[in-house]
């Protein structure tokens, strides 16, 4: 008998007793991260100040370490004097677990159905506020949000609507606690859209 054959037949008992091991971290996983996603526990994690960064959703699961699924997705931010919001009923992607050691949240590519941006300019500056926390604060960074189904995007009285063949990709971090939030190299393309001001439509088909 060659080796392949004997040796799970002597190791048979060390290699099921692995697999029930392995299929008990997993299930153990599969319980607390999704009783966490969904608790008013991560909530409060992700957003410890809403009124200058919040992170929602209605629902979500993760299926294994990394991978994340959230329905009803809502992410906004105030800084200086923007304001802005994201939306979006689906969106999937993926955590990076290595950057969770440096008390990073970091996600790789996230893939959105329907987005729906806003941003608001020359709103009131929030004042900074004192913290007594003294262990670093984390940090939230999007390496791309990417939907091929944009729905719209508003700039103050500007707004781009029934986009056709659109194609998005928006990068950005934020330090918690106040600390600083940057837009990385984004990108758009359509292949037409309707472009208003105050309502008043100025194009059509307009390609971006």
């Known amino acids: 008998m060659s080796l392949l054959t004997t040796w799970p037949r002597k190791h ?10 392995l299929l008990g971290i997993e299930l153990l996983y599969l319980l607390a991260a999704n009783l966490f ?80 941006l806003v941003l608001d ?31 719209s995007l508003q700039l103050a009285k500007w707004r781009v609507d029934e986009l056709q063949d659109a194609r998005a990709t928006f990068a950005l971090g934020k330090q918690l606690r106040q600390g600083p939030f940057e837009i990385l190299p984004s990108t758009l393309k359509a292949r037409s859209a309707r472009v208003s001001y105050d309502q008043t439509v100025l194009a059509r088909d307009a390609s971006l």
């Open 121 to 151: 300019r020359d709103v009131p500056v929030l004042l900074p506020a004192a913290s007594s926390k003294k262990t670093p604060p984390w940090t939230l960074h999007f390496d791309g949000i990417t939907t091929d189904t944009l729905r």
């Open 37 to 116: 996603l969904n608790s008013a526990l991560a909530m409060r994690t992700f957003n410890p100040k809403p009124e200058r960064f919040h992170i929602e959703w209605a629902s979500a699961y993760s299926l294994y370490p990394g991978h994340i699924h959230a329905s009803g997705l809502r992410v906004g931010g105030h800084a200086r004097q923007n304001r802005w919001v994201a939306t979006s009923p689906e969106a999937r992607g993926r955590i990076k677990l290595l950057p969770l050691l440096a008390r990073r949240l970091s996600f790789g590519t996230i893939r959105a159905d329907d987005v729906a």
């Open 12 to 21: 048979r008992r060390g290699l099921i007793l692995t697999g029930l091991i």
